[in-house]
């Protein structure tokens, strides 16, 4: 299951913000701001269910990432929870419920200095929607749902369906150009297993724990944590089937295990789209992925601090 893979269309998203000057702020816990619309559904989200969402993330007026034009993700829910995160909210809600969000970049600054992706700067907001629009008590019932949901986003969206077909080409050609061995798995992501790993299979409910290092099929590497470029290095830390990263990244990582080495080529129809997250990334551009799978846990590893969703890197 895919979590950030948002909740509201472009319209919907204005609707929300404009009747924000309405409802009064609160504060997580951990200090973050937010304002919650409340729904009319009855399903409570709890510990070991799996709510259904949408949701977009903004940097100031810059649409960072959407799901509402790629369909729905679907989050497990634990107990565990970051400080100053949308995860302090998430157990709070209820089927229907909408959730408007605010991080300033500058706590994120005092709390993790030198760990932030180059294009957060001071006084930068990170702004998140998110609409609960169903809450599922299995993995079954929620798996099913969300093979439903992609067939449908998938059939009848033909500008998605066309650009796919462009963006399979493009991969296909540059793997047969570069004598390039890879297997598309999933939607249309192709996985170039470098060194197969041993340990345990990366499923929908792990922990994994790897490096990265992002580029574009032109070589442009627009992030890392392998080196000190970017000035991250620790390791990312992830729940798979928490959609908190872009689809391709994660059905490709499904295909991988502990100890695995691995390249992914994924269509930009599985990544951003049009909407690009940095300058080094162009819109509907494909992108490759160098993965080291470290770790493989069964639960979570301590918290760190650093914006959310997607950034668990704001690349992924």
Do not use: W
């Not at 504060?27 to 977009?56: A, D, Q, R």
């Not at 940097?59 to 990432?65: K, R, V």
């Not at 439903?148 to 399979?168: M, V, Y």
């Not at 996985?191 to 922990?207: A, L, R, T, Y």
Request: charged content about 25%; overall charge positive; hydrophobic content about 35%.
């Amino acid at each position: 299951m895919r979590f950030v893979n948002s909740i509201f269309s472009a319209a919907a998203i204005v609707l929300l913000v404009s009747s924000c000057n309405s409802v009064d702020f609160k504060k997580t816990k951990g200090g973050m701001p937010y304002k919650l619309f409340p729904g009319k559904g009855t399903k409570k989200v709890e510990p070991g269910t799996i709510i259904k969402i949408n949701y977009s993330q903004k940097l100031n007026d810059s649409l960072m990432f959407a799901t509402y034009d790629k369909g729905p993700v679907y989050i497990p829910v634990n107990n565990e929870s970051q400080p100053y995160d949308i995860s302090e909210i998430i157990p709070t809600l209820k089927e229907g419920d909408s959730v408007y969000a605010v991080q300033m970049v500058d706590t994120f600054m005092v709390k993790n200095p030198g760990g932030l992706p180059p294009q957060f700067k001071k006084g930068d907001k990170l702004i998140t929607t998110i609409k609960v629009l169903d809450v599922f008590k299995s993995q079954e019932e929620a798996r099913a749902d969300e093979t439903k949901e992609r067939q449908l986003a998938f059939k009848n969206n033909a500008k998605i369906q066309g650009q796919l077909q462009k963006d399979d080409k493009v991969i296909s050609d540059y793997l047969s150009k570069n004598n390039i061995n890879a297997q598309k798995v999933g939607s249309g992501t192709y996985v170039q297993i470098i060194n197969q790993g041993s340990g345990p299979k990366i499923e929908d409910g792990k922990f994994v724990s790897l490096m990265y290092k992002g580029l574009t099929l032109g070589g442009k590497v627009f992030d890392t944590n392998m080196d000190t470029t970017f000035k991250h290095t620790e390791p990312l830390t992830m729940n798979i089937g928490a959609g908190r990263s872009i689809p391709g990244f994660e059905e490709g990582l499904k295909a991988l295990s502990q100890g695995t080495k691995a390249r992914l080529f994924i269509p930009s129809s599985l990544a951003y789209g049009e909407a690009s997250p940095s300058p080094d990334i162009k819109a509907n551009e494909n992108l490759i992925f160098d993965i080291e799978v470290l770790e493989v846990h069964d639960n979570a590893p301590a918290p760190n601090m650093a914006p959310s969703p997607k950034n668990e890197s704001t690349h992924r």
